[in-house]
C-alpha cells in the first residue's frame, strides 16, 4: 500500500468552560492585563474544573475526532498521547482514556516529556504506524496545567491554560494527507525549560514542597523566545523543502501558541502574510500539546481550511524539542 491512501480522518478539541482573564490573574500575584497582553498577547484561558482531570479532556476531544471521522472507539487500533501533564505517574493516560472510551485491549501509550511539541512528533509517530500497519490510530494532544504549575510564580502561571486536541488516523479514499514531517532534539539546553520535581534527580521531598519546589517550571524565557523562533522556522523550512512545496503554496500555517510575540516573529522569519496564520493564543494561552490539535480543529470549524489547502503545524517545546509536519487537505 502506499502512503498515499493513509491520513487524518477526524478532528476534534476541547477546553474547559471556565474562563480566566487577566485581570483575575492580578488578584492572585503582581501582575496586570497589560503586562500580559503587551508581553504575551494573551487576554484569557481555560481553567479546569476542580472535578476534572487530565482524561476528561483528553476524552472529549478524542470522542469528537471519532464523530468526525466515523469511526468507533471499538475500531480503533492504536492511542497515543502526547501530555506532560498526565493523569497519573504511571499507568500513562492512553490506559485511563482506552477504558473511558470503551476502545478494545489496543495498543496504548504516551509521548510524554517534549513540552509542546508533544503532538506534532506524536502526529508524525502515529502516522508512520499506520502506514506500517494499516491501522486506525487516535493521536491525542491534552494538558491540564493549571493544576500542575505554581499559582504563586507570576514569570510562569499567567502563560498557561488548560485544552486537549485529538485527531483520527487511518486508510480512507481521501484523507488528509501529511506530505512531509520532521523532528529534532537538542538536550544541550534541556536545563533552560524543564520541570525535575519528582525524577531521579530530584525526587519529592517534604522540604521541597514547603519551598513549593514541587511545582517549580525551571525557565528562561528569553532563551525560550529565541530558540522557539528559530527552531519553529527552520522545523517550517525542512517541511517544505521536503514536499519541494514554497512557502507562498501554503494556506495556513498553525504555530504552537506560546507567545503572540514568538508567533509574529515566526511569520515574519517565513515572510507570511496576516491571513496565512493562525492564532488563537489571546483566547487561550499555551496549552501544551494542545495548542496545535487545538488550533487545528478550531481552524476547520471556522472554515479557515477548505479541500486542496496546504498546511503547515510548527511547534517548540521542552527538551529543547521541535517539530512540524506539512498537510494536504
Ligand atoms: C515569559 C515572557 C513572556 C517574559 O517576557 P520578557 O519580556 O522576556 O520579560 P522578562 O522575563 O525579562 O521580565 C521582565 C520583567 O517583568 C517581570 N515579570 C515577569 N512576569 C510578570 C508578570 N506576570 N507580571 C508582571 N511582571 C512580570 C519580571 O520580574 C521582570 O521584572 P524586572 O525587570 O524588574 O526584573 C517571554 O520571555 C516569553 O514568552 N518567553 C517564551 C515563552 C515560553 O517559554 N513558553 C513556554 C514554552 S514554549
Redesign the pocket.
Known amino acids: 500500500m502506499t502512503r498515499s491512501r493513509f491520513g487524518i480522518l477526524g478532528f476534534g478539541g476541547y477546553a474547559p468552560e471556565r474562563v480566566m482573564t487577566n485581570d483575575e490573574?492580578a488578584e492572585y500575584?503582581?501582575?496586570?492585563d497589560e503586562?500580559?497582553t503587551a508581553?504575551?498577547g494573551i487576554k484569557r484561558r481555560r481553567v479546569a474544573d476542580d472535578r476534572e482531570t487530565t482524561v476528561d479532556l483528553a476524552a472529549v476531544a478524542a470522542e469528537k475526532a471519532l464523530a468526525d471521522a466515523g469511526v468507533s472507539a471499538a475500531e480503533l487500533d492504536e492511542i497515543v498521547i502526547a501530555t506532560d501533564t498526565p493523569e497519573a505517574y504511571a499507568p500513562d493516560t492512553a490506559a485511563f482514556l482506552q477504558h473511558r472510551l470503551g476502545a478494545g485491549e489496543v495498543t496504548g501509550y504516551d509521548l510524554g516529556g517534549s513540552?509542546?511539541a508533544g503532538f506534532v512528533l506524536a502526529l508524525d509517530v502515529g502516522m508512520s504506524r499506520v502506514v506500517q500497519r494499516s491501522r486506525r490510530i487516535l493521536v491525542v494532544g491534552v494538558e491540564l496545567i493549571t493544576r500542575m504549575m505554581d499559582w504563586s510564580d507570576?514569570?510562569?502561571?499567567?502563560?498557561?491554560g488548560d485544552a486537549a486536541g485529538a485527531v483520527v488516523l487511518g486508510p480512507a479514499e481521501a484523507p488528509v494527507e501529511l506530505l512531509a514531517s520532521t523532528a529534532g532534539t537538542d538536550g544541550s539546553q534541556a536545563d533552560i525549560?524543564a520541570r525535575f520535581a519528582g525524577g531521579t534527580r530530584k525526587p519529592f521531598s517534604l522540604e521541597m514542597a514547603e519551598r513549593r519546589e514541587h511545582l517549580e517550571?525551571a525557565?528562561?524565557?528569553?532563551e525560550?523566545?529565541r530558540q522557539?523562533v528559530k527552531r519553529m522556522s527552520e522545523a517550517s523550512r525542512d517541511v517544505l523543502e521536503q514536499a519541494g512545496k514554497r512557502i507562498e503554496d501554503v494556506a495556513l500555517v498553525i504555530p504552537?501558541q506560546?507567545?503572540r510575540?514568538?508567533i509574529d516573529s515566526v511569520r515574519k522569519s517565513l515572510r507570511l502574510g496576516e491571513e496565512q496564520i493562525y492564532v488563537n493564543i489571546e483566547d487561550y494561552g499555551?496549552t501544551?500539546s494542545a495548542s496545535v490539535p487545538l488550533a487545528l480543529f478550531q481552524a476547520r470549524e471556522e472554515g479557515r481550511i477548505e479541500p486542496g489547502d496546504l498546511v503547515l503545524l510548527t511547534a517548540?517545546?521542552?527538551g529543547f524539542h521541535w517539530a512540524a509536519a506539512l498537510l494536504q487537505f
Open positions: 490573574w500575584v503582581d501582575t496586570s503586562w500580559i508581553r504575551t513540552g509542546c507570576r514569570a510562569t502561571c499567567v502563560l498557561f525549560l517550571i525557565f528562561n524565557g528569553r525560550v523566545f522557539a504552537h506560546a507567545n510575540r514568538i499555551n501544551g517548540f517545546g521542552a
